[in-house]
């Protein structure tokens, strides 16, 4: 079953500083998974992450459309043989910002998977927030080889991937735009 995902959230922060953070690929790693993204239209890349210890996640992606600083394009494969999603970025000025509208949208049978980060128990799972319907809070990611085993959160519930992106762009994108200057 196909689930396509479309949020939008404000940034006080100019589109290009926005902008950086989706393409800069330190910034990019910083809120989401490490990568060796480039923006450059047909540019192949990979998004990685460690999860748990000793599973790795990697993401294939191929950008397809590039317009700096108003929207990026790029493909999205869990695995090389699945059928692609797609990732739309729109980047819009407003009065105090930008408003950030993603959809990452499935392609024909490809569905959006469950990617990326451990699944929360129950207890850390839902917290309500003014501009999304829910978000997850979770435990930064670290390097899988740093994470022992104890401090694992447990598996349990349906872990979208929807769950992921209100959590990367909720809490994670913020702080590095935060950060940057």
Known sequence: MSQDVVLETFYPHSPE?????LVDRRMLSAWMMNNDFEAQLGHQFRFQSCPLPGLEVTIHCQVLEVEAPKRLVYSWKAHPSDQSSRVIWTLSAVEGGTQVRLQHRSIGSASIPAWGLPVPDRASQIAIDSQFTAITLMPSLQECSSRSKDSL????????????????LQQKLPEVLARSM
């Open 153 to 168: 959160p447990r598996p349990s519930g349906y872990w979208s991937g929807q769950t992921h992106w209100h959590y990367w």
């Open 17 to 21: 500083r926005v902008w950086r953070a």
